[in-house]
Protein backbone atom coordinates (compact mmCIF):
# COMPACT_ATOMS: atom_id res chain seq x y z
CA UNK A 1 0.00 0.00 0.00
CA UNK A 2 1.52 3.23 -1.18
CA UNK A 3 2.02 6.29 1.58
CA UNK A 4 -0.69 7.72 -0.61
CA UNK A 5 -3.18 5.48 -0.12
CA UNK A 6 -2.38 5.02 3.60
CA UNK A 7 -2.94 8.58 3.95
CA UNK A 8 -5.80 8.91 2.39
CA UNK A 9 -7.24 5.46 4.81
CA UNK A 10 -6.31 7.89 8.00
CA UNK A 11 -8.55 11.03 6.32
CA UNK A 12 -11.72 8.66 5.59
CA UNK A 13 -11.13 6.75 8.90
CA UNK A 14 -12.45 9.14 11.22
CA UNK A 15 -14.18 11.56 8.76
CA UNK A 16 -10.72 13.74 8.23
CA UNK A 17 -10.45 14.02 11.94
CA UNK A 18 -6.48 12.69 12.99
CA UNK A 19 -7.16 11.26 16.87
CA UNK A 20 -4.66 12.18 18.96
CA UNK A 21 -4.42 10.98 22.24
CA UNK A 22 -3.94 13.39 25.11
CA UNK A 23 -3.18 12.47 28.87
CA UNK A 24 -3.00 15.49 31.87
CA UNK A 25 -2.16 15.38 35.30
CA UNK A 26 -3.68 18.07 37.53
CA UNK A 27 -3.90 20.00 40.94
CA UNK A 28 -7.57 18.76 41.13
CA UNK A 29 -10.95 18.40 38.88
CA UNK A 30 -11.75 21.91 38.05
CA UNK A 31 -10.51 23.09 35.01
CA UNK A 32 -10.95 26.91 35.63
CA UNK A 33 -9.40 26.77 39.11
CA UNK A 34 -7.09 23.96 39.51
CA UNK A 35 -3.13 24.04 38.02
CA UNK A 36 -2.19 21.65 34.51
CA UNK A 37 0.80 19.74 36.04
CA UNK A 38 1.88 17.45 33.05
CA UNK A 39 0.42 16.93 29.65
CA UNK A 40 1.48 14.51 27.05
CA UNK A 41 0.05 14.01 23.92
CA UNK A 42 0.66 11.08 21.46
CA UNK A 43 -0.06 11.23 17.71
CA UNK A 44 -0.97 8.56 15.66
CA UNK A 45 -0.50 6.81 11.92
CA UNK A 46 -1.18 3.90 9.97
CA UNK A 47 0.88 0.63 8.67
CA UNK A 48 0.41 0.01 5.24
CA UNK A 49 -2.18 -2.78 6.14
CA UNK A 50 -4.16 0.47 7.49
CA UNK A 51 -3.72 -0.46 11.31
CA UNK A 52 -3.61 2.45 14.02
CA UNK A 53 -0.50 2.28 15.52
CA UNK A 54 1.43 5.01 17.97
CA UNK A 55 3.52 7.33 15.82
CA UNK A 56 5.37 10.20 18.09
CA UNK A 57 5.00 10.88 21.91
CA UNK A 58 5.56 14.51 22.87
CA UNK A 59 5.59 15.31 26.82
CA UNK A 60 5.76 18.66 29.26
CA UNK A 61 6.16 19.65 32.96
CA UNK A 62 4.14 22.27 33.28
CA UNK A 63 3.96 25.80 35.78
CA UNK A 64 0.77 26.76 37.60
CA UNK A 65 -0.45 29.81 36.31
CA UNK A 66 -0.43 32.52 38.21
CA UNK A 67 -3.32 31.75 40.98
CA UNK A 68 -3.81 28.55 40.32
CA UNK A 69 -4.98 25.77 42.58
CA UNK A 70 -3.17 22.98 43.64
CA UNK A 71 -4.71 20.20 46.01
CA UNK A 72 -2.38 18.30 47.60
CA UNK A 73 -4.80 15.11 47.45
CA UNK A 74 -3.42 15.53 43.66
CA UNK A 75 -0.17 15.72 44.36
CA UNK A 76 -0.45 12.82 46.46
CA UNK A 77 -2.27 10.62 44.24
CA UNK A 78 0.32 11.68 41.25
CA UNK A 79 3.44 11.61 43.26
CA UNK A 80 4.12 15.08 41.30
CA UNK A 81 6.78 17.43 43.53
CA UNK A 82 6.67 20.82 42.66
CA UNK A 83 9.58 21.71 44.56
CA UNK A 84 11.71 19.22 42.45
CA UNK A 85 14.66 21.44 41.45
CA UNK A 86 15.06 18.87 37.75
CA UNK A 87 10.84 19.95 37.84
CA UNK A 88 11.13 23.28 38.42
CA UNK A 89 14.52 23.69 35.79
CA UNK A 90 12.27 22.12 32.71
CA UNK A 91 8.46 23.42 33.33
CA UNK A 92 6.75 25.00 30.78
CA UNK A 93 4.21 27.78 30.85
CA UNK A 94 0.90 26.62 29.70
CA UNK A 95 1.10 28.78 26.82
CA UNK A 96 4.72 27.11 26.02
CA UNK A 97 3.29 24.00 26.18
CA UNK A 98 0.31 23.94 24.52
CA UNK A 99 2.44 25.20 21.94
CA UNK A 100 4.73 22.35 21.93
CA UNK A 101 1.96 19.88 21.83
CA UNK A 102 0.22 21.76 19.44
CA UNK A 103 2.47 22.33 16.99
CA UNK A 104 3.44 18.63 15.65
CA UNK A 105 0.05 17.97 16.01
CA UNK A 106 -0.81 20.59 13.13
CA UNK A 107 1.90 19.01 11.45
CA UNK A 108 0.48 15.31 11.66
CA UNK A 109 -3.06 16.99 10.65
CA UNK A 110 -1.78 18.20 7.58
CA UNK A 111 0.69 15.21 6.46
CA UNK A 112 -2.33 12.52 7.35
CA UNK A 113 -4.65 14.47 4.58
CA UNK A 114 -7.21 15.80 7.83
CA UNK A 115 -8.68 18.77 8.84
CA UNK A 116 -8.80 19.20 12.54
CA UNK A 117 -7.43 16.62 15.71
CA UNK A 118 -9.93 15.18 17.46
CA UNK A 119 -8.73 14.30 21.43
CA UNK A 120 -8.54 10.56 22.55
CA UNK A 121 -8.65 10.34 26.17
CA UNK A 122 -9.31 8.10 29.35
CA UNK A 123 -12.28 9.78 30.67
CA UNK A 124 -11.96 11.88 27.72
CA UNK A 125 -13.85 14.66 29.13
CA UNK A 126 -11.77 15.25 31.87
CA UNK A 127 -8.57 16.09 29.39
CA UNK A 128 -10.89 18.04 26.78
CA UNK A 129 -12.02 20.81 29.84
CA UNK A 130 -8.48 21.31 30.97
CA UNK A 131 -7.28 22.01 27.51
CA UNK A 132 -10.27 24.02 26.69
CA UNK A 133 -9.59 26.10 29.61
CA UNK A 134 -6.13 26.52 29.40
CA UNK A 135 -6.42 27.35 25.30
CA UNK A 136 -9.21 29.91 26.98
CA UNK A 137 -6.53 31.29 29.60
CA UNK A 138 -3.80 31.33 27.20
CA UNK A 139 -5.78 33.30 24.25
CA UNK A 140 -4.97 30.72 21.77
CA UNK A 141 -6.63 31.32 18.98
CA UNK A 142 -5.60 28.43 16.19
CA UNK A 143 -6.42 25.12 18.74
CA UNK A 144 -6.01 22.14 16.04
CA UNK A 145 -8.78 20.07 18.21
CA UNK A 146 -12.16 19.98 17.98
CA UNK A 147 -13.85 22.23 20.52
CA UNK A 148 -16.41 19.15 22.01
CA UNK A 149 -15.86 15.90 19.81
CA UNK A 150 -13.57 12.91 21.85
CA UNK A 151 -13.21 9.57 21.73
CA UNK A 152 -13.81 8.33 25.39
CA UNK A 153 -11.05 4.51 25.50
CA UNK A 154 -13.01 4.33 29.25
CA UNK A 155 -16.33 4.07 27.28
CA UNK A 156 -14.76 1.92 24.52
CA UNK A 157 -12.99 -0.73 26.76
CA UNK A 158 -15.80 -1.25 29.13
CA UNK A 159 -17.76 -2.09 25.61
CA UNK A 160 -15.35 -4.30 23.85
CA UNK A 161 -13.56 -5.51 27.16
CA UNK A 162 -15.58 -5.07 29.97
CA UNK A 163 -13.20 -2.90 31.85
CA UNK A 164 -13.61 1.24 32.67
CA UNK A 165 -9.88 0.84 34.82
CA UNK A 166 -7.36 1.86 32.29
CA UNK A 167 -4.77 -0.74 33.86
CA UNK A 168 -7.57 -3.22 33.87
CA UNK A 169 -8.49 -2.60 30.40
CA UNK A 170 -4.25 -2.32 28.86
CA UNK A 171 -4.22 -5.84 30.76
CA UNK A 172 -7.25 -7.66 29.07
CA UNK A 173 -6.38 -6.41 25.56
CA UNK A 174 -2.80 -8.05 26.48
CA UNK A 175 -0.83 -4.59 26.81
CA UNK A 176 1.52 -4.75 29.64
CA UNK A 177 0.91 -2.10 32.61
CA UNK A 178 2.88 -1.00 35.07
CA UNK A 179 0.93 0.60 38.30
CA UNK A 180 4.46 1.71 39.66
CA UNK A 181 4.70 4.07 36.64
CA UNK A 182 0.88 5.19 36.16
CA UNK A 183 -0.08 8.59 36.92
CA UNK A 184 2.40 10.44 34.91
CA UNK A 185 0.91 11.88 31.83
CA UNK A 186 3.40 10.21 29.75
CA UNK A 187 2.86 6.72 30.48
CA UNK A 188 -0.57 7.38 30.63
CA UNK A 189 -0.50 8.94 27.42
CA UNK A 190 1.08 6.15 25.58
CA UNK A 191 -0.89 2.99 27.25
CA UNK A 192 -4.14 5.06 26.59
CA UNK A 193 -2.99 5.42 22.85
CA UNK A 194 -1.97 1.25 22.63
CA UNK A 195 -5.44 0.43 23.98
CA UNK A 196 -7.20 3.02 21.38
CA UNK A 197 -5.52 1.28 18.72
CA UNK A 198 -5.96 -2.06 19.77
CA UNK A 199 -9.87 -1.05 19.58
CA UNK A 200 -9.67 0.28 16.51
CA UNK A 201 -7.66 -2.70 15.03
CA UNK A 202 -9.50 -5.49 16.74
CA UNK A 203 -13.43 -3.90 14.93
CA UNK A 204 -11.42 -3.82 11.80
CA UNK A 205 -9.76 -7.32 12.03
CA UNK A 206 -13.37 -8.53 12.78
CA UNK A 207 -14.72 -7.02 9.59
CA UNK A 208 -16.70 -4.34 11.25
CA UNK A 209 -15.25 -1.34 9.27
CA UNK A 210 -15.20 -3.02 5.86
CA UNK A 211 -18.13 -3.98 6.22
CA UNK A 212 -19.10 0.14 7.06
CA UNK A 213 -17.46 0.90 4.04
CA UNK A 214 -19.31 -1.29 2.00
CA UNK A 215 -23.05 -0.50 3.41
CA UNK A 216 -22.14 3.21 2.79
CA UNK A 217 -20.87 2.14 -0.84
CA UNK A 218 -24.27 0.57 -1.29
CA UNK A 219 -26.12 3.42 -0.06
CA UNK A 220 -24.65 5.62 -2.39
CA UNK A 221 -25.42 3.86 -5.41
Known amino acids: MSEA ?3 ELMAQRFRSFLPVVVDLETGGFNAERDAILEIAAVTLTMDPEGNLMPDATYAYHVQPFSGANVEQSALDFTGIKLDDPLRQKVALSE ?3 LGEIFRPVRKAIKSHGCTRAVLVGHNAAFDHGFLNAAVNRCGIK ?5 PFSSFDTASLS ?3 YGQTVLARACRAAGIPFDNQEAHSA ?5 RTAELFCAIV ?3 KDL ?4 LAQREQGLEEL
Not at 142 to 146: D, K, L
Open 95 to 97: AEA
Open 207 to 210: GGWA
Open 158 to 160: GLV
Open 201 to 203: NRY
Open 5 to 7: ITR
Open 142 to 146: RNPFH
Open 186 to 190: RYDTE
